[in-house]
């Protein structure tokens, strides 16, 4: 009998049905984290267009004051969460930030929607790293990379909601109803997370579970420590860089290249994420459950492997003037961007000790929301409008910014190849286990 059944059998964790059901009501908390995130991918133009603004300030106001509060408030939350109830936090983070989704809705100038992505960013803060670590409280560290790549599903269902369902409520009621369509069923999902969930004994299930609580500092330096963890932390980083990067700036580059709508270019978008980033979170999960995938190292080359294959197709699609090749190339390096999140999170949370295991994940969150919320989308912007010169930005000055953001799919491969060299050893120092 495994340690999970005996575990179970005595009574020490929550039976298996129930640790389940944390599983999928936190995969649901994180699609609405995503989908409330990007939605303004979907409408970025029509935003644009209300408040005219240059691209360099649509991309001010739609990520990096998201991203900035998200960042400076993740750590402190992440602190919360390794020494409180984060069944509470994850709660009253999705009804805050749902609540200020529909604020963004119902702004009018440019101040009220930046407050309104502020309030969203500082919410949103506290989604990632207490679920991450509830779940990894669930499942035993053999099989954390699995639950992981499930709850990673969370990603293209939150992708499919932000194109393809925002998508649609903005064609039918305007860029506004793509706000209301997300935030209100936020809410009413926070009231039930609280009324039906229970919070899991921390570290119930690891081989070393540790009572401490560590500091700031603690937390840092041994991430430092942990070589591998760092390389993980930065090329899951560098792949929300190119990636999601990308990815952000992928409905209005259709609007602009092809002269779509925005439910037309929101329904290619959104059924590549849909089914192809399913497909892929499904092939991440299964082939983290294989007994040949135990080996850490062997994650990580798979994850190089990965990245490098779908870079060619990311520079390629935004290369062609063919939309039916974009598309092509979009069902090819769309999905791959969400190959990485669950193997990534489960590095991360089996190479942290239990009580700094939200630190480490919202560390990687900082990273990740960085390089994509405020370096790529205010860097792509930015060089929009300078190749576009005094005739403002168009179709061939965004494509070009684009282009030149998207080989760094190879920056991120060296960063797993690198973790490949010392993840056996960094796992051993913490009691852990491969994938």
Known sequence: MSSDAIATARGEVAPLIERWYMLVVMCVVYAINIAARYVV???FEPIRLELKLTDTAA???????LALFYVSCGIPIAWLADRSNRRNIVAA???VWSGFTVFCGTASSFLEFLLGRIGAGIGEAGATPPSASLVSDCFPAGRRAMALSVFALG?????WLASDVAGAAAQRYGWRGAFYALGVPGVLLGVLLLATLREPKRGQLDALAA??????????????????????IMGAGVCSLWGWGLVWWTPTFLLRTYGLSVGEAGAITGHIHLVGGIAASVAAAWLMSRPFMRSPRRVLLALGLVTAG?????????????LALARLMFWVYIPAIYFFIGPCMALVANLAPSHMRAGFTAWSGLVGNVFNLIVAVQVVGILSDSFAGAHGSDAASLRWALLLLAPTGFWATWHFYRAARTVDADLERVGGHGP
Do not use: C, K, M
């Open 59 to 65: 991309a001010f106001l739609t990520g990096p004051p």
């Open 41 to 43: 991918t979907t409408v």
């Open 211 to 232: 009572d401490a609580r560590a500091g700031f500092a603690e937390v840092l330096i041994f991430l430092w420590r942990q070589r591998a963890a760092f390389h993980v």
């Open 310 to 322: 779908a870079t060619v197709p990311s520079i390629i699609a935004y290369w062609t003037h063919s």
């Open 155 to 159: 990603a293209p269902v939150g992708a």
């Open 93 to 95: 983070s999705l009804i």
